[in-house]
């Protein structure tokens, strides 16, 4: 049984526990947390920091292991309580981003679904499996190459696939990552129990006997297993993984607000609870100058730290006809690495030079179906309607069409899709200002359609769009009722 819920919890708890004067008077007690030498470089960062891309960038890693820090299998009561099977693999379940742009107190976090298919090295698969091939071909070599040693295989392969994970998450989103934290199930349990509990607000009452999940309509905390229970929970809700998702994210968003406006960093015990478990089993790359990474959050609120998702093109993406039951998340590189870019404040990609100018804003067309050449048609149809014309390319398969924009075009947006044949329509943050997004799928049948469409591979989406980057943003600060 997998464990999504083992987000990155403790890791924000360091963050946010940083941001804080009585932090930084403490920090020093976390001198014994685990490093590894996940960037390549290994030598502490240079104090204040300010990378060149404009953010500090924080890969947050949910792994799903059932060993403690010295490779050992947890207790088999521990498992129990945890309602956790005893055997884990080697995905790396959650992966969030935190962006942290130069000379601002505040945090901009992303997550990026696990079964994002995407490009790697050796192929096409889920972005949650870069860590355990990359891990199983190190630990393979050393053998090959004659090591006996045990702990030296088991540390060198982790960093192998920590690497692997690191790059993965860089080549989809085009952030360069200057440090890295992972925590596993049992840490996660540890965090939620020192800090008392995180509040969380459900709309309905829920069961899923798989997870464990157990929970009343309305306003609760959650705790320990509860507690990974409610991240875990995937069955009856409606969009199965991306609802998880924003359970992860209510969950830490939550979790950061209750260590910085309650008394947990004011209650000696509460915050020696917390040490301790951010001691035993989190680890984090051998460059992180904590101390200096300290005094660079100081001030940070518990309102600061805002979480989304990346762009989904199709949440049911059929990837291998082979076997059509295979299901994976869809992603348009561009899209992703156009909506990171923007939670700092990146300059949208420029229309291309020469392109006329009209009187309503630019719409870029892409083609997700098979009709050759449907994007300019449609381009050009909308031209003479008055919109600028954009870019216009290819999109990952998906069946259904969609207009996407940002909530200053939701007028020129439904015209848009008015003018298409009534397209679905989706408001979305990562949509660039001043532009409107078309994404033309497999059974488009509007103003420049050409005969047929394809039939497709790929299964009809829910109507949302991009799922995910629809979704409201998650604030620190607030209720965050949700499903």
């Known amino acids: 049984m997998r464990i999504a819920g083992k987000i990155a919890v403790s890791a924000l708890a360091l963050v946010t526990f940083a941001g804080t004067a009585y932090g930084y008077s403490t920090l020093s007690s976390l001198d014994e947390v685990t490093r590894s030498d996940v960037l ?14 404009g953010s500090l960038d924080i890969l947050l890693v949910g792994r799903d292991s059932r060993d403690d820090m010295q490779g050992n299998p947890l207790p088999k009561n521990v498992l129990e309580e945890l309602r956790a099977g005893p055997n884990g693999d080697d995905l790396t379940d959650t992966l969030i981003v935190l962006r942290i742009p130069n000379g601002q107190e505040s945090i901009k976090a992303f997550s990026i679904p ?23 071909a190190e630990a393979s070599r050393l053998r090959a190459a004659g090591e006996t040693d045990k702990d030296k295989i088991r540390e060198a392969s982790l960093t192998a696939g920590r690497r692997a994970t690191r790059q993965a998450v860089e080549d989809l989103t085009g952030v360069t990552i200057d440090h890295f934290a992972e925590v596993n199930l049992l840490s996660f349990y540890d965090i939620s129990n020192a800090v008392g509990g995180v509040p969380v607000c459900l709309k309905e009452a829920t069961k899923d006997e798989d997870s464990g999940a157990n929970f009343p309509k309305g306003p609760q905390k959650v705790s320990g297993a509860d507690a990974l229970a409610f991240v875990r929970q995937r069955k009856n809700l409606p969009r199965s993984d991306l609802d998880r998702v924003v359970r992860q994210q209510v969950f830490l968003a939550s979790l950061a607000h209750e260590v910085l406006s309650a008394g947990t960093l004011t209650d000696p015990g509460k915050l020696g609870a917390l040490i301790d478990a951010v001691k035993k089993s989190v680890v984090i790359d051998s460059s ?13 609120t518990g309102g600061g730290i805002q979480f ?35 939670l700092i404040g990146a300059p949208p990609a420029a229309a291309p030079p020469g392109a006329p100018a009209g009187q309503g804003p630019t719409v870029d067309v ?26 216009t390319g290819n999109a990952p398969a998906r069946r259904t069409s969609v207009v996407r924009y940002g909530a200053d075009l939701a007028a020129q947006g439904a015209q848009v899709a008015k003018l298409l044949g009534g397209l679905t329509t989706a408001e979305s943050a990562d949509v660039p200002a ?6 033309l799928g497999q059974v488009y049948s509007g103003p420049g ?14 109507g949302g769009g991009a799922a995910g980057a629809s979704d409201a943003p998650i604030s620190s600060a607030g209720e965050n009722c949700v499903d």
């Open 449 to 462: 359609a050409a005969a047929g469409g394809g039939d497709g591979q790929g299964a009809a989406d829910s």
């Open 366 to 391: 892409s083609n997700a179906g098979d009709a050759s050449g449907l994007a300019a048609r449609v381009a050009a149809a909308l031209k003479d309607k008055g919109f600028t014309p954009g870019q």
């Open 288 to 300: 992180w100058n904590l101390l200096d990474f300290v005094g660079q959050l100081h001030g940070i």
């Open 40 to 53: 390549g470089g290994g030598a502490p960062t240079t104090p204040g920091e300010q990378p060149a891309d």
């Open 308 to 342: 989304s998702t990346i762009p989904v093109a199709n949440p049911d993406y059929r990837y291998n006809r082979q076997h059509p039951t295979w299901t994976a998340v869809q992603v348009d590189p561009a899209q992703v690495k156009a909506f990171a870019a923007g």
């Open 114 to 136: 696990r079964d994002s298919y995407v490009q790697m090295a050796g192929g096409p698969d889920k972005i949650n499996s870069a860590f355990g091939k990359a891990k199983a």
């Open 434 to 439: 001043g532009h409107i997004q078309v994404i």
